[in-house]
């Protein structure tokens, strides 16, 4: 690939997603309204009554009460919110196996083509990214099970560890108190160890959920682009090595997409407090910053595979290299080489013999 020839630092692959989000906009943005834009107007619809809400902006609305409308969706009444949320968080995991395996595999095609310098047309994207539709959202559904498990086991572990040390604290705490002690400052900093504790126990569960969200969560581009089966368990070769590069990259995006999304929303509810035309802005711009994730995913998958195959490809070389044209010594083999004790005329290394056997060596290896 020409965008994709080298490995790339952290700077380096934010540099090169900012390029091919700015000169492939167009696509890019219509792909992210065609499969982000219907869930983006049912989640208001849910959580927001549409008819109480005028279309421009009133002058009787203040800005303040535009925001708490906002946050806390106009509902007239607690059961209609319950309800709304509650069908929110149905529709988000059905939507997220449904639709979004494809819109990434649209971006990871869009990538792909951009860094091999092909043509890109928007009907042949979204053909590839529906091509393997349920092999897509089978890994999904089993990528999102382990996590998720993983999740809930963590947090059984923190409940449990949490409880035993809020038991133990309290009988110290007692303690404490009998044998005359300052209570009220033996209180405070007990009070503050626990919350000490409780942060770092948190912290702990995030970084865990997250280590095993990046080695398994390019599972994808595995499925979508090499057509592979073994999704989950190529993801994590992939990523070998390279967790906290990773989690650098998504660091940053996360900060800028929140940004990003705070300004607008102040913006928007002080311009056009609360009203349909705001709404719709808002979401036209949120679509703006919701390729910001998936873009640096598909070049740090490229730049992963290069890693990974350059690689495979020493070793593979290593290994074949003396096997080709009767050579033992990997050096010996290699035209130029000192101690090269290859006849005169023996021509040079049969290459296709080399790759030949690259293919085979590859295929026993897995």
Known sequence: ??????????????????????????????????????????????????????????????????????LNGNRSGQAEMSGGLAGLALLMPLYILAFFPSSVAAQLHLVNAAGKGESIRFGDLLRQSFTPYWRMVGNTFLFGLIVTGIYIGLIIVFVAVFGVLAIVGTGFGAAFTRMGADPLGGGIAFVALIVILYLLALFAVLAVVSYFVVRF??????????????????????TRGSFWRIFAIYLVLTVIYTVFLLGIYALLVAVFKMSLLGQLIYVLLSLLITPFYMIPYAVIYFDLR????????????????????????????????????????????????????MTETKKTDE
């Open 306 to 357: 290069l890693r990974s195959e350059g690689t495979d490809l020493e070793q593979m070389l290593a290994r074949s290299l003396p096997n080709v044209n009767g050579h033992k010594d990997p050096d010996a083999a290699m035209p130029g080489n000192a101690g090269d004790d290859r006849p005169e005329d023996e021509g040079p290394t049969d290459w296709s013999a080399v790759e030949t056997k």
């Open 217 to 238: 969560g390019f599972y994808l581009p595995v499925v979508a682009v090499e057509k592979e089966r073994q999704a989950l368990r190529r993801s994590w070769r992939l």
């Open 1 to 70: 690939m020409e965008l994709f020839n080298k490995p790339m630092g952290v700077g380096t692959i934010l540099d090169r997603s900012f390029q091919l989000y700015r000169k492939h906009f167009t696509m890019i943005y219509l792909l992210a309204l065609l499969f982000f834009g219907p869930f983006y107007f049912v989640q208001n619809v849910l959580l927001y009554d549409m008819s109480g809400v005028s279309f421009l902006p009133q002058s009787e609305h203040s800005i303040s009460g535009s925001f708490d409308l906002f």
